[in-house]
Nanobody, 113 residues
Framework: QVQLVESGGGLVQPGGSLRLSCAFS??????????FGWYRQAPGKQRELVVA???????DYADSVKGRFTMSRDNTKNTVYLQMNSLRPEDTAVYYC?????WGQGTQVTVSS
């Protein structure tokens, strides 16, 4: 069974940056052909899309993170990244990596002074 393992969360001050990683345990061939996404869930709220890869090679970002967050991938490491800059308190949430119907365990991001 494929596993997605997120890391990189933590406590950061407003305006700071974090880079989340999502390690994919499946084969490299599958990884290279796959689309991934990042979602987040804040306390008391529903899980929401942060960014997702699309079939035409593009990425769809939530309006709230456009210009601040960037998803990337390293096909040699089976890893997807989420670079988060200019973080705001409202970005506080558990962030999840998504692959089809599979999810990672999540990593907590807390933005607070």
């Amino acid at each position: 069974q494929v596993q997605l393992v997120e890391s990189g969360g933590g406590l950061v001050q407003p305006g700071g940056s974090l880079r989340l990683s999502c390690a994919f345990s499946g084969s490299n061939i599958v990884f290279r052909l796959s689309l991934f996404g990042w979602y987040r869930q804040a306390p008391g709220k529903q899980r929401e899309l942060v960014v997702a890869g699309t079939r035409d090679g593009d990425t769809d970002y939530a309006d709230s993170v456009k210009g601040r967050f960037t998803m990337s991938r390293d096909n040699t490491k089976n890893t997807v990244y989420l670079q988060m800059n200019s973080l705001r308190p409202e970005d506080t949430a558990v962030y999840y990596c998504n692959w089809g119907n599979d999810w990672g365990q999540g990593t907590q991001v807390t933005v607070s002074s």
